[in-house]
């Protein structure tokens, strides 16, 4: 049996980033983490801290994401000097490129809403139109059938590799303990801890929180927690490395630090199939094309499929359990983008109990709410 002051069940973006806060604090932690051939998100990203368009129809996540993407440059600075691993983040803002009159207007609607939504705060995205766009990206040239872009000044982009790697080595390297091949099957309440059992062993500790993505809603309702997920399969492609270099972060092309390009985005609702299919990846192709024809000559190196974890109004879910105090769960698609408020807020909600404003907006009674009528 081993025992800590907290159980973190899952070492994905999210779990390994509270867990990583949390020892930063001087609290005893451990990981229980599955194997290498787990289902996870963090290993199939595609590397995006993006707060354009985040939380339309809740304005805490909203500025939950853009507090997230301040905290960043700090984030990535400490985890470098704990890790020694170097994440290449940029943050210059990110360009979302619209390929139509009709994405143009859409995406105009869209703004409108935030902007109405965020009231006196405001709301910082805007459309450019494709001269600036150019401007913005040199190295590459814009297609013809770009007409503009959404350009939100607090994006930004990392390697998602690396932070995983990073976020595991910084958090062994100041105390905390990683158990992989450790998924956990149960967990239950001896009357004065948490017993998380696995395969191989039981974990005690007055503290749990469950951050295992889709593996939540199996152990959520064991410490009287709801998380309603769903998975969702998006295709990315990568690209052989070329001399053209684009820090601009983009919704959906982003150039690697190894010089690579990304491309993705698909949304597609085929359950747990993280498979790839060729007319998903042809369309994923011909738009980057579109957008730069210039990649039409790259060749493709890459392609793969990755279940996001998404939540019905595609916003955070953070809660601590009721009936059982000191279980937590804590879940969301964007593991990249919240890594930085989750190392640093939700660490210290869960090592202190000192709960940030309004946090409440966050939790998944939010769901129970009737519709009308």
């Not at 105390?175 to 039981?202: K, P």
């Not at 972060?249 to 150039?255: P, V």
């Amino acid at each position: 049996m081993h025992s800590a002051d907290v159980i973190v069940v899952g070492g994905g973006s999210f779990g390994a980033a509270v867990a990583y806060g949390l020892v930063r604090q001087g609290v005893d932690t451990v990981i229980l983490d599955g194997s290498d051939d787990s289902l996870r998100a963090a290993r199939g990203n595609f590397g995006l801290v993006w707060v354009q368009s985040k939380g339309m129809g809740l304005q805490r996540y909203a500025d939950w994401s853009r507090e997230s993407s301040h905290l960043w440059t700090d984030f990535a600075d400490d985890l470098q000097d704990s890790a020694g691993i170097h994440v290449n983040y940029q943050n210059g803002g990110g360009l979302n490129l619209l390929l139509s009159e009709e994405e143009r207007e859409n995406c105009r609607r869209s703004i409108d809403i935030m902007r109405q939504q965020a009231g006196p705060d405001g709301y910082d995205a805007e459309i450019i139109e494709r001269d600036e766009v150019q401007k913005m990206v040199p190295g590459l040239r814009v297609g013809d059938e770009v007409a503009g872009a959404s350009f939100g000044p607090h994006d930004g982009h990392a390697n998602p590799l690396r932070l995983l790697r990073a976020l595991h080595c910084g958090f062994e390297h100041r105390g905390g303990r990683y158990f992989a091949q450790n998924e956990v099957v149960s967990i239950t309440h001896d009357g004065s801890a948490f017993v998380a059992q696995t395969a191989n062993d039981r974990f005690v500790a007055p503290k749990i929180v469950i951050a295992c993505g889709h593996g939540i809603t199996k152990l959520a309702p064991m410490v009287g927690l709801n998380a309603p997920i769903r998975p969702q399969r998006g295709q990315v492609l990568v690209t052989e490395r070329i001399e053209t270099t684009v820090e601009m972060a983009l919704g959906s092309i982003r150039q690697t630090d190894e010089g690579g390009f990304m491309f993705g985005n698909s949304e597609e609702e085929v359950g747990f199939n993280d498979g790839t299919t060729l007319p998903i990846a042809g369309n994923i192709a011909a738009r980057a094309v579109k957008a730069f024809p210039q990649l039409s000559g790259v060749r493709l190196v890459r392609n793969w499929g990755c279940i996001r974890v998404l939540t019905p109004d595609k916003c955070a879910i953070y809660d601590e359990s009721e009936t059982m105090p000191g279980a937590y769960v804590a879940t969301s698609h964007s593991g990249v983008t919240l890594a930085a408020v989750n190392a640093h807020h939700v660490a210290n909600w869960v090592a202190t109990g000192d709960t940030p404003p309004d946090f409440d907006h966050f939790s998944a009674r939010r769901f129970d709410v009737p519709a009308a009528a």
